[in-house]
Nanobody, 124 residues
């Protein structure tokens, strides 16, 4: 079992920055790949970014490439999503997820471990 607890988020003006955190706990959680997804009202949950267990290879959705940075601190068992140059269309509930297989994480397939979600609102 893996438990994920999120923090961060809130309200920011367009062009601003926010950082989200996702602390993982549980057996072998340090070997899980971690990712971020978001869901806007009336839309399906979509992939945002992911990073492998050793923190070397990040993946990004085209919509956030160059503006968001995913990282992880394995000493703290925590993943981060640094969001910059935020746009109103980034407004959504953001969720972190952990999974042992990167392909399935990227595809949002059979993911069992999710954070509680945190609201990010970008005003224009």
């Amino acid at each position: 079992q893996v438990q994920l607890v999120q923090s961060g988020g809130g309200l920011v003006q367009a062009g601003g920055s926010l950082r989200l955190s996702c602390a993982a706990s549980g057996r072998s959680s340090g070997y899980y790949h971690m990712g971020w997804f978001r869901q806007a009202p009336g839309k399906e949950r979509e992939f945002v970014a992911a990073i492998n267990w050793n923190g070397i290879d990040p993946y990004y959705a085209d919509s956030v490439q160059g503006r968001f940075t995913i990282s992880r601190d394995n000493a703290k068992n925590t993943a981060y999503l640094q969001m910059s140059s935020l746009k109103p269309e980034d407004t959504a509930i953001y969720y972190c997820a952990a999974h042992p297989t990167m392909n399935e994480l990227l595809a949002n397939k059979d993911l069992n471990y999710w954070g509680q979600g945190t609201q990010v609102t970008v005003s224009s």
